[in-house]
């Protein structure tokens, strides 16, 4: 286990976050994205982290963001609070980095900053297991990899990574995460399932919307973000994931 992984969310945080709102990603507690950052203001966002607590907010744009990209446009009020464990910087002033996905959050209220890049307070939002839920969670989880292991290649299904999902035996709340991260899955799906604390509404979501069908089944991984702005940069798949 990494130091960030035990670390996870600062002792003493007080719900101040640092914005970093895209319009082509949903970040999940428990996987790794991998970001390249060269926007001004966020070079500066990722400075004051990297001196700091290492924090990055992921938050989603909601339509309409093209029209006011490099103002405030709207966002979704779920966000992902994530770490920074690896940071590269380039020769041209750029920066590649590597972001955990921590815990979800709601955003209480925005802030009015000085600073380029946007400001929230968030409140930290638990998961949630029905007990009646809980009862069955074993035929659960086997349930939900039955169904993620139909919708990819086989050689991703042969993988070392999958074969973990299958032997580390993760809370089923972790698991839906990693695959709801990993499928390529409309943005406002992914949303709805970040936004749900609930985890029995969110495995019957998830597996609602992993049911194949013949033509899509080459499609259901999570390709290249496709605007030029922070895009992914591995296609490794089932993409890495931890335990926080």
Known sequence: MGHWESAGIPDDFDGLVRLFPLPNLVLFPHVIQALHIFEPRYCEM???ALESDHLITMALLTPGWENSY???PTIAKSVCIGRIISHTPTEDGRHNILLAGLRRATIIEELEVETSFRQARVELTPDYMPPAFEASIDEHRKSLLRVFRSVIPLDAANSKTFSD??????PLGILTDI???AVNLPLEIKHSLLSETNVQIRFETLME?????SEDVDDTLTSELDVPFPNQLTKEFPPP????
Request: no cysteine; proline share 4%.
């Open 46 to 48: 990722l400075s004051e």
């Open 241 to 244: 994931f931890s335990q926080n």
């Open 179 to 181: 695959i709801a991260y």
């Open 165 to 170: 999902l299958l032997t580390q035996q993760l």
């Open 70 to 72: 490099q103002g405030k």
């Open 209 to 213: 919307h992993l049911k194949p069908s």
